[in-house]
């Protein structure tokens, strides 16, 4: 079963509710009407499309939500997705980027320095050199980045790789893309 089926056939809402009702452990039409606040009509409706669709086993009004066909969609679509651009043409900062940065965000901070070096050489490439920066637009900058914008920004200080004075700071260190 392709995720969009599975998707469809949960975009309307009474048919959301309903899978919902039974992964919460409702197991009968009653339960789920019950469950969800729907009238018994429309668990009746809701269920017999989901069962065409494959998603709920029914046996009169007795009623079994096919959880091994979420995990199977999902598997097949991870293995239909393309993989993700690289983000550095090194391979060996590639996959630490790859490890801790998601769809553009930091998703942890490496406990590890060699890899958070890393991270914030990667990090550091949003602040433009020979520009002064207020705390409060470093926090913005880096809050974009992850919620932690004080760990950020002192590890990044700590690495050379921003300078701090009077209130503001500078890049003054990492790779500048020319």
């Given at each position: 079963m392709e995720a969009a089926r599975i998707v469809g056939l949960l975009a309307d809402p009474t048919r959301l509710k309903v899978v919902a009702a039974l992964a919460l452990g409702a197991g009968t039409i009653e339960e789920v009407a019950a469950a969800s606040g729907l009238e018994l009509k429309d668990v009746a409706l809701a269920?017999?499309?989901?069962?065409?669709?494959?998603?709920?086993?029914?046996?009169?009004?007795?009623?079994?939500?096919?959880?091994?066909?979420?995990?199977?969609?999902?598997?097949?679509?991870?293995?239909?997705?393309?993989?993700?651009?690289?983000?550095?043409?090194?391979?060996?900062?590639?996959?630490?980027?790859?490890?801790?940065?998601?769809?553009?965000?930091?998703?942890?901070?490496?406990?590890?320095?060699?890899?958070?070096?890393?991270?914030?050489?990667?990090?550091?490439?949003?602040?433009?050199?020979?520009?002064?920066y207020p705390e409060r637009e470093v926090n913005a900058l880096l809050a974009v980045w992850h919620p932690d914008t004080a760990a950020l920004r002192r590890y990044l200080v700590d690495e050379g790789l921003l300078s701090r004075s009077a209130g503001l700071y500078w890049r003054s260190g990492g790779w500048v893309d020319v």
């Open positions: 269920a017999r499309r989901l069962a065409r669709g494959g998603l709920v086993r029914r046996d009169g009004h007795v009623l079994e939500l096919v959880t091994d066909r979420f995990a199977a969609a999902a598997r097949a679509a991870a293995e239909a997705a393309p993989a993700p651009e690289p983000l550095s043409e090194d391979p060996a900062e590639s996959a630490v980027l790859a490890a801790f940065v998601r769809e553009g965000r930091l998703v942890s901070i490496p406990a590890q320095r060699s890899k958070r070096r890393v991270v914030l050489e990667h990090l550091v490439r949003v602040f433009d050199v020979g520009v002064r």
